[in-house]
């Protein structure tokens, strides 16, 4: 049996398939592992959740879901599903989920290298995630993801959206049972409220876009009624800022309604000519904070 609790795994063999080769990343009851897989002869990465006594209910059943909306997707964006099973150990039973390989480097990483990332960059990131979400929302029943973030977002020949483990299937019945998951300064304020819709998608993504721009964390940058100010910090066009501020509308109702929508816009580099989008425009001549707190005051409350 495999040692992956301990650091003897190297070359050991999983299922007579997986030869681990390298341990990803480790949480409390979680590893992710980078393999080898023999019958396919490509590598992967396998998902482990422990279920031994520290384990919670939620645990697995965030786990259970992801295995389940992996198979059901195909998008060139997305890592495909491969493979999922249990297997026994000393700590307990384990749960595995393989997936493909993305041979590429997560946007976090390079914000630890204090990259920040170009308009044109910005825009091409953006448009990719975009036509990624459009796939997830358009489902029937739709996909939120709710966790999208640096770290998430891995930038190989293409940017691709991973981790799948805070995904949910949006039901058409209202379920107040739904836990909350995501992290904290990219989740909306909805999301917060356990409340998270495909809406909710577009204001992570804004606030990932933000940090590749800026480089600094979203709970690190100001706030004014809860809204993240970042013009001060990035020089980009008049027409990205609006769209990134649209993007990330502290309300719901005030935010991009859609994927499709976010990109349509993000092309013509103008948000939609409906008064709640209009209200809270950035102009680089304008006093910025007597402006947002006028307009605001005055429209919405």
């Known amino acids: 049996m495999i040692d992956i609790y301990h650091n003897n795994y190297y070359r050991e063999v999983l299922q007579k398939r997986y030869e681990i080769l390298q341990i990803l990343g480790r949480k409390p009851q979680r590893k992710t592992l980078l393999a080898y897989d ?32 992996l198979k059901e997707l195909k998008h060139s964006g997305i890592p495909h599903y491969i493979d999922s099973f249990e297997f026994s150990y000393n700590c307990g039973n384990t749960c595995a989920l393989v997936q493909s390989y993305i041979p590429g480097r997560s946007l976090a990483e390079y914000l630890q290298w204090k990259r920040k990332f170009t308009e044109k960059e910005i825009k091409i990131i953006a448009q990719s995630l975009l ?12 996909i939120i993801h709710r966790d999208i973030k640096p770290s ?44 998270a819709t495909t809406a909710s998608d577009l204001y992570s993504l804004g606030a990932t876009l933000i940090t590749l721009s800026t480089g600094i964390q979203p709970t690190k940058l ?27 509308e502290t309300n719901v109702k005030r935010r991009s309604p859609s994927a499709e929508l976010a ?17 809270n425009r950035y102009n680089k001549m304008t006093n910025v904070n007597s402006f947002y707190d006028t307009m605001w005051d005055n429209i919405f409350y």
Not at 132 to 141: E, G, Q
């Open 131 to 142: 036509e990624i979400l459009i796939y997830l929302h358009k489902r029937l029943p739709p």
């Open 263 to 279: 990109l349509e816009a993000l092309k013509k580099g103008k948000i939609p000519n409906n008064k709640l989008f209009m209200v």
């Open 38 to 69: 023999i019958k396919i002869k490509k590598l992967v990465v396998i998902k482990l959740l422990t279920l031994n006594d520290e384990f919670i209910d939620e645990d697995l059943r965030l786990f259970e879901s992801e295995v389940q909306i």
């Open 152 to 195: 998430n977002i891995i930038l190989a020949d293409r940017p691709y959206l991973i981790d799948f483990g805070c995904a949910q299937i949006l039901q058409t019945r209202y379920d107040d049972m739904v836990p909350i998951v995501g992290t904290c300064g990219y989740m909306s304020p909805e999301q917060l409220n356990g409340a």
């Open 222 to 248: 100001p706030r004014q009624k809860m809204r993240i100010e970042f013009e001060h910090v990035i020089k980009f066009s008049s027409s990205l800022i609006n769209w990134l501020r649209w993007m990330t």
